[in-house]
């Protein structure tokens, strides 16, 4: 056996960065040292259309370029620190990614560099990707999803006459274009010519381009949609795997294993064929929304230059999102200075997301004589919740309470000192991945639920709840069909049915929701064999507070109880009553049973005589 030294970036200490050597076994392949992964995969088969390393003239600059011009003026609209403050301009540094990274790499050899292609872009451009760990990432590579790279977008898809002329030699130039955007397929301007929506006129500062292109979901179809290319579909509708150490046979992402399906999610409902009133739900001045920026970068008047002109439709930065702890993490791995965060911008940011979540869904209570039933409404443009499915839920939490307040009964319990939660007697909005019977044997895994995201290769559970337009064939197009679950054509709610108990008087409902659950940092934790990124994960979690869920609604309902009195059932209890109750003995109705044993007996008389004493 021979041995490779390679370098890790070690982040055991908020002050304190490091690279540390250490000896591990080596694989046959070049890059860093595998331990014989189930998948025996090269660099070859995470090859995806569009620029590739070494494509570029002009590198991808830093954010401290843009900064001079376009930050530290006015904190709601600049787009510096906004962009500093979200999950995109942090993508790079984020602890969960690099636990989750380091599992995808001991389970299939290389699959990081599909990772790696949307969280470090910058690093992935200038071949610093490999090895497909991330540990040879610096300067600009950990900036995330930075400015230059986002306004150095092409549009694969070029439009003459409405995207800028010089695309279509840039496309040209490429070996593949993209033709549906998703995992990382991304084209990039070679030289420094930054594009945006607006026609700058005579500015001498840098370069420009208008591209319509940034206005776009598609845009955002780049990194939101995520396939795995190991997996190629079958004619039965299952993945198996295609030739290793080649590029998959079909770079579309409907030909292979989906992973998330955000983008899809969008396209297939009704926001993508209009905006839709939702009375400025979303925040802005927009009441109609229709993009993903219409919502994760809400419109309103600014500057997006310190000596700019007004903008009255200008897009904020602060591309809110779910997460509301992993900043406060990155914090304490990374100073300051180098990731641009602060005690405000990352206040504002958390309160971003809440509201975000907050504004996603309604939740409404009504009673169905002893069911108490919660409806949730889906009001964003995706999946409740969308995204990267492991770990990710949304559940319902049902708490009963006598006259005296007292709660006799609780649904969905979560304890905040475990981080555990109830699951049995509740709903949970989740979607569950696993690897098949067939593949089992091949990646040396047992069959079943699992979240090891580079060996799934199928969905075994999604109920989250579908965006309005919602279709089945529609979503069963693109790989977004609901899974052990159903929905109409149409809805976009779900309905949940509780059992009142004896003697409610009131419910309280809330519904949660949370980045990641215990099983899936404690699986991060457990399953590392090759670094400390899981246990820093781990123990960033533990700091946070366990990662605690988000309240996105919270509704009480005033019970009213069945009274076996009332016989005629007009509402009230009263002396005609009486006469109902000999009418239904006399015809052995079901009215007549007050005692609750099923019958209709004279032992029933005496019972509509205490009922009715009791007032019911």
Known sequence: MTFKIVWARALAAPELLWLAAIAVPSAAVGGIAYFGQPLDTTIDDFFGPGTQPGDLVDPIRGVDECLACHGNYDEEHEPYRPWAASMMGQASRDPLFHAALTIANQDAAFAGDMCLRCHAPNGWLEGRSTPTDGSMLAGVDLEGINCNFCHRMVDPDHTPGVDPAIDVDILAALDHVP????????????????????????????????????????????????????????????????????????????????????????????????????????????????????????????????????????????????NTWMLEAIRNLYPDAETGLTDESVARAIQGSVDLLQAASDTTLSQDGSDLVVRVTNYSAHKLPTGYPEGRRMWLNVRFFDEGGTLIDERGAYDQTTAELTTGDTKVYEAKLGISTAVAPTVGKPAGES??????????????????????????????????????????????????????????????????????????????????????????????????????????????????????????????????????FNTQSPDCDQNGDGQCSPQDFNAWIINYNNGC
Request: proline content about 8%; aromatic content about 12%; some cysteine.
């Open 179 to 322: 033709t549906e955007p998703h995992t990382g397929h991304f084209v990039i301007d070679p030289h420094d010519r930054r594009r945006g929506p607006y026609d700058l006129g005579d500015f001498p500062y840098h370069t420009w381009e208008v591209s319509p292109f940034h206005s776009s979901s598609q845009m955002c179809a780049t990194c939101h949609d995520v396939s795995n290319p190991v997996y190629e579909r079958q004619p039965d509708g299952s993945y198996l795997p295609g030739a290793l150490d080649a590029p998959a046979s079909s770079h579309s992402p409907y030909d292979q294993f989906p992973i998330e399906r955000t983008y899809s999610e969008w396209l297939e409902s009704s926001f993508a064929d209009g905006p839709i009133d939702l009375g400025g739900r979303f925040g802005g001045d927009q009441t109609a929304v229709s993009s993903c920026q219409d919502c994760h970068m809400a419109e309103s008047a600014g500057q997006g230059c310190f000596f700019g002109e007004q903008r009255p439709e200008l897009s904020t930065h602060h591309l809110r999102g779910g």
């Open 451 to 584: 979240f090891h995201f580079a060996l799934n290769n199928e969905w075994l559970k999604d109920n989250r709840i579908p965006p309005m337009g919602f279709t089945n064939a529609g979503f069963d197009a693109v790989q977004a069909a609901p899974v052990a679950y159903a929905y109409a054509d149409g809805q976009h709610w779900d309905d949940t049915a509780y059992v009142i108990p004896a003697g409610a008087d009131r419910a309280d409902v809330t519904l949660y929701y949370q980045t990641a659950s215990k099983e899936y940092i404690e699986f991060l934790r457990d399953e590392n064999v090759t670094d400390s990124n899981g246990q820093i994960m781990y123990d960033q979690w533990l700091l946070a507070g366990m990662g605690p869920p988000v309240v996105m609604d919270q509704m009480s309902l005033q019970l009213t109880v069945d009274c076996p009195a009332d016989t005629n059932n007009d509402g009230i209890v009263s002396p005609q009553d009486f006469n109902a109750w000999i009418i239904a």
